[in-house]
């Protein structure tokens, strides 16, 4: 059984910065992409970045040149920096792993940006 454990999240003031992890435990093979989505209230879930196990990475306009995704395969973890927050940040932040055409998340981490 996989699972993803998120931690790194809380509450900071307009302009701060925060950094995510996730890391993935049990019987994970062929990771392909590694990513965190974000959800805020009354609105669809959307990827903000993700990175697949070669490098390439994909980012929201939204975040571009505040967010940085990164990955530690050999733990299975992955990393999201996040500077220059802005309250429209704010949202619950959920880890995808995709391995071998299996999806997981984790249980989500609560990111507080207040102006």
């Known amino acids: 059984q996989v699972q993803l454990v998120e931690s790194g999240g809380g509450l900071v003031q307009a302009g701060g910065s925060l950094r995510l992890s996730c890391a993935g435990s049990?019987?994970?093979?062929?990771?392909?992409?590694m990513g965190w989505y974000r959800q805020a209230p009354g609105k669809q879930r959307e990827l903000a970045a993700a990175?697949?196990?070669?490098?390439?990475?994909n980012y929201a306009d939204s975040v571009k040149g505040r967010f940085t995704i990164s990955r530690d395969n050999a733990k299975n973890t992955v990393y999201l920096q996040m500077n220059s927050l802005k309250p429209e940040d704010t949202a619950v932040y959920y880890c995808k792993l995709d391995a071998a055409g299996q999806i997981y998340w984790g249980q989500g981490t609560q990111v507080t940006v207040s102006s």
């Open positions: 049990g019987s994970i093979s062929r990771i392909n992409w």
């Open positions: 990175m697949s196990t070669s490098g390439n990475t």
